[in-house]
C-alpha cells in the first residue's frame, strides 16, 4: 500500500521540524525521523556540548577563585555527574519536543529511516509514501580520514578535515564523546598547520 502526502520531510533536527509546521498550513505533511527528535543540535551537538562546557567555566572559576580574593579548595570535576546533569537537561528538551509533535495533529509523524525507492516515493519502516515535495533535512555526518599523510598535504577543500590520529581513536565522533564517563588517555590533537597543539583545559579529572 502506498500512502500520499503533499509533502514530506526527512529528518528532524532543527531544520526538518519548522519546515513541517510551515508547510503543513499549506499542505497535507508527513515527517520522518530515524532516531530520537531533536537532531543533531540537541542530541549531540549544540546543548549537550553547552552543558558540559557549563560545567568546565564552574570549575575555571574555582581555580581562579583566589584571584577574586575567594578561598575554595581545589575543584574535583566528576565525569560522570557532569554527563548525567547534560543527560538530563537534553532529555528534559527532548520531552518538550515530543510534546509539540503529539500536539501538531495534522503532521504525521513517523520514526524510521527513509530510503528513496521511486524520484518522489519514499520507503519508511515498510511503508511507501508518496509526495509532490520531498525535503531532504537530513543533516551531516562526520568524516574521518583513514589517510593522514595524504591529507595533511592536501591544500584545499573538498575533502574530509584532517585530525592525524582520529581515525584510530575510539572516542573519535560525537556520538561517542557526550558519553564518556571518566577522562579518555586521548592522544594531543596535531592539526595541519599546527606542529603540536597543547591538550585542552577540560572539565574532566
Ligand atoms: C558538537 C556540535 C556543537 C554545535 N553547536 C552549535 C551551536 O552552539 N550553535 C549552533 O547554531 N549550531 C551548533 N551546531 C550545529 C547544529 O547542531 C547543526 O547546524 C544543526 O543541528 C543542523 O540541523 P539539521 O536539521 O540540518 O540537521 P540535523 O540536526 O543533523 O538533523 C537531521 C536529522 O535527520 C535524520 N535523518 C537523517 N537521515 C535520515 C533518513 N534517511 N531517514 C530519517 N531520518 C533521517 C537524523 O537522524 C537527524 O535527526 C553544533 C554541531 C555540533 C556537531
Known sequence: MVSRYDTLVVGRG??????????????SVA???????GGTCLNRGCI?????????????????????????????????AVVDRKDRL????????YRTVEKADDVDFFQAEGRFVGPRRLS???????????????????????STASTRRRTTPPGPCSISGAARSPDRDRRRVHRLRVRPDVPPLRTPGHRRATRPAAATR
Do not use: C, N, W, Y
Open 31 to 37: 515527517f520522518v525521523e530515524k532516531e530520537t527528535l
Open 14 to 27: 532543527m531544520a526538518g521540524l519548522p519546515l513541517a509546521l510551515r508547510a503543513v498550513r499549506h499542505s
Open 48 to 80: 549537550p556540548t553547552k552543558t558540559m562546557i557549563a560545567s568546565s567555566t564552574v570549575a575555571h572559576q574555582a581555580r581562579r577563585a583566589a584571584e577574586f580574593g575567594v578561598h575554595v579548595s581545589a575543584p574535583d570535576v566528576d565525569l560522570a
Open 90 to 97: 537534553v532529555e528534559s528538551i527532548r520531552r518538550g519536543s
Open 124 to 146: 519508511v519502516g515498510g511503508t511507501e509514501f508518496d509526495a509532490d515535495r520531498i525535503f531532504l533535512a537530513a543533516g551531516m555526518r562526520t568524516a574521518i580520514s583513514r
